[in-house]
């Protein structure tokens, strides 16, 4: 499928363009390939829209100890607009993104993006209403990270992560856990261990089983 022909099924705003401005967005597009946690944008400047055409993008922010705290993660067909801060002037906000494992990618350009938001209101609603529908997960990390305590958003990150991959058995390392909720890996190690005395999960080498998911979601929610 030709860049035009994605664009004409991807974007809803589409068909509202002049054939110039299709062309223009067409012409200042980027083929990108990223390798496992490799930076996507830094959190300087203005890097771009990413859409991710297959693999899986993580964005995070850093608390002031330096602790990585997941806000998303984008999968094949979502985009990325908080990396392109810069095209929503009434929305500023710091994120890092990084390649969860090997991820191929469309970047726009923040200056053509812009150009034509700034000449078309569908695209500009259409940007302001990408980035405003993330804050819904954005907000409920926060409201884990300040009310919840960390077994519960452990449990929680466990079953949503088994539920978004289909699978019982997370094979994330305690590391990786760790970096996800902005917490220290002993910490996950540790409650781990405490949950799976309760006979809700198995800690293997292959990976974290759920035993007990009825029980697991209890203490989740």
Known sequence: MSLYAFYEQYFPFWKALKEE????????TAEEHFDKEQPVHDNMGCSGLFIVRSGRLRLYMLSE???EI??????????CMLS????????TFDVYVDAEVPSDCYRISSAAFGDV???YLEVKNYALETAVGRFSDV?????QVVFMSMDKRLAIFLLEETQANGTDTVTLTHEMIA?????AREVVTRMLKHIASDGLIEVTR????????????NLAY
């Open 206 to 217: 292959k990976g974290i089983v759920i035993k007990d998911k009825k029980k697991l979601q």
């Open 70 to 79: 997941t806000l998303y993660r984008l999968v094949s067909g979502d985009i």
């Open 84 to 91: 392109a801060s810069c095209v929503l002037n009434s929305i």
């Open 139 to 143: 907000m409920w990390i926060m409201q």
């Open 117 to 119: 938001s700034s000449r």
């Open 21 to 28: 401005d299709k062309n223009y967005l067409c012409e200042n």
């Open 65 to 67: 100890d330096g602790k």
């Open 179 to 183: 970096r996800h909720l902005g917490t």
